[in-house]
């Protein structure tokens, strides 16, 4: 139930909504006014400015130029799967070139 009080007016916690006299509210960090059983400090750690790391590294070289790479032309003796005589890529299993 509301009383008078001199120069108080009624007002609601933003929080828990019960009805409390002016001077009794205070204001949080969030900005909402709220008794002193509501009121919360703001964490410490929300304070904290982090140093920000460096986004480049010490030292960096130019990038190469581009190697281009002549594809292999397959004949019947790279088609073989012998070592030593087949060509990568070219190679086929079991295949042997008749003479």
């Known amino acids: 139930m509301p009383t008078f009080k001199m120069g108080q007016y009624n007002a609601v916690c933003?929080?828990?909504?019960?009805?409390?006299?002016s001077s009794e509210l205070i204001k949080d960090w969030q900005g909402l006014m709220v008794?002193?059983?509501?009121?919360?400090q703001r964490h410490p750690q929300d304070l904290i400015k982090i140093k920000p790391e460096k986004a480049i590294p010490?030292?960096?070289?130019?990038?190469?130029?581009d190697?281009?790479?002549v594809p292999v032309q397959c004949t019947l003796q790279?088609?073989?799967?012998?070592?030593?005589?087949?060509?990568?890529?070219?190679?086929?299993?079991?295949f042997v070139t008749p003479y």
Do not use: T
């Open 14 to 21: 933003d929080r828990c909504g019960l009805e409390f006299k």
């Open 35 to 40: 008794d002193a059983k509501c009121y919360e």
């Open 58 to 65: 010490e030292w960096v070289r130019p990038r190469p130029a």
């Open 67 to 69: 190697v281009y790479v």
């Open 78 to 94: 790279g088609n073989q799967g012998v070592a030593g005589v087949g060509v990568a890529g070219c190679m086929r299993v079991a």
